[in-house]
């Protein structure tokens, strides 16, 4: 398994524009989880799903930010407008379900916003 | 409420043991987890505790747990400059879905 998959790795873009995170889970996992990593909060979950539905979006920091996963292999994160204090790394990680499994995690998309 | 904590940093010279210590506050815990975060790449799990243990050895980590005093810790024998990384320490609590809460980490410095 290829694991975890996250595109892009890195993303520059301008304030105000809309940029889009994807993410592709491990077959089978049932769970998806969002996560941001900064210096000043370290890691935050955003939001998780299980079975493509939504559980837990209680982390979004507000409405410019919206996920969704439309099928078991695909999952995005949007954020429109993007701002500065947006600039993080995001995470995708996912896990099956199965209670003593630990999450596995994509190698993350750096976004900075200037 | 679920919360994780773990001191920032800990410097530890090559071949010495290094502890890296986690306290939490759930007591409905079910499992504890270690993962290592490199540089530039996602946390990869290292190993996992169920709560009704209070010790796992596997290989070089040695991971103890003191339930009544909610204290978790990993033990990294001959600690290798390939071993300095970020340590997440993270808990999964009973009655939730697959949530799983982590600590803030430990930035592990290894010294030639």
């Known amino acids: 398994d290829a694991g975890v998959i996250q595109s892009p790795r890195h993303e520059v873009t301008e304030m105000g524009q809309e940029v889009t995170l994807r993410c592709k889970p491990i077959?089978?996992?049932?769970?998806l989880f969002w996560y941001r990593q900064t210096m000043m909060r370290g890691l935050e979950l955003l939001i998780y799903?299980?079975?493509?539905?939504?559980?837990?979006d209680s982390g979004m920091p507000e409405d410019r930010f919206s996920a969704k996963m439309p099928n078991a292999s695909f999952s995005t994160l949007k954020i429109q407008p993007s701002e500065p204090r947006d600039s993080a790394v995001y995470f995708c990680?996912?896990?099956?379900?199965?209670?003593?499994?630990?999450?596995?995690f994509g190698s993350g998309t750096r976004l900075t916003v200037v | 409420g679920e919360d994780v904590e773990q001191s920032l940093f800990l410097s530890v010279r090559e071949g010495d043991s290094s502890v890296i210590n986690c306290t939490y506050t759930?007591?409905?815990?079910?499992?504890l987890y270690w993962y290592k975060q490199e540089p530039g790449a996602g946390l990869q799990l290292l190993t996992y505790?169920?709560?009704?243990?209070d010790m796992k050895q596997d290989q070089r980590l040695t991971v103890l747990l003191n339930k009544k005093d909610k204290h978790l810790s990993l033990r990294i024998a001959d600690t290798q400059t390939g071993d300095s990384a970020i340590y997440f320490c993270?808990?999964?609590?009973?009655?939730?879905?697959?949530?799983?809460?982590f600590g803030t980490g430990t930035k592990l410095q290894v010294i030639p």
């Open positions: 505790i169920f709560s009704n243990m």
């Open positions: 993270a808990e999964r609590v009973s009655g939730g879905y697959q949530k799983v809460t």
């Open positions: 077959s089978g996992h049932d769970y």
């Open positions: 759930d007591s409905s815990s079910t499992y």
């Open positions: 799903f299980n079975n493509n539905v939504p559980i837990d």
């Open positions: 990680a996912s896990s099956p379900e199965g209670r003593r499994e630990g999450y596995t």
